[in-house]
């Protein structure tokens, strides 16, 4: 199984970007799937996570009002909407979900980097 995460790029402060993470391999289902974000120095960060119905969310402070998770069950993704980005919101953007393969394991993807600046 792979976490396969896309989109992060140079944004300028205000911007908006969407972030996309697809699962692939021999997968019969997937249960919460989330966003974790790391800088340099710093321990990996939870911002948001998503069940699987979809139909509940949660967001850290840091993002909240101003990010939004959702995914595709049908396409094994899932997807960061960011709004008003900041400075500080530069990072690795790492996917996580709980994949059931023969078992329940926890998966990651291999990050993707996000940089705000002007």
């Known amino acids: 199984v792979q976490l396969v995460e896309s989109g992060g790029e140079l944004v300028q402060p205000g911007e908006s970007l969407r972030l996309s993470c697809v699962a692939s391999?021999?997968?019969?289902?997937?249960?919460?799937m989330g966003w974790y974000r790391q800088t340099p120095g710093k321990q990996r960060e939870w911002i948001a996570d998503?069940?699987?119905?979809?139909?509940?969310?949660n967001y850290s402070e840091a993002v909240k009002g101003r990010f939004t998770i959702s995914r595709d069950n049908s396409k094994n993704a899932v997807y960061l909407q960011m709004n008003s980005l900041k400075p500080e919101d530069t990072a690795v953007y790492y996917c996580?979900?709980?994949?059931?393969?023969?078992?329940?394991?926890?998966?990651w993807g291999q990050g993707t980097q996000v940089t705000v600046s002007s």
């Open positions: 996580n979900a709980r994949i059931l393969t023969t078992r329940w394991d926890e998966y």
């Open positions: 998503i069940i699987t119905s979809g139909m509940r969310t």
């Open positions: 391999g021999t997968i019969f289902g997937i249960n919460n």
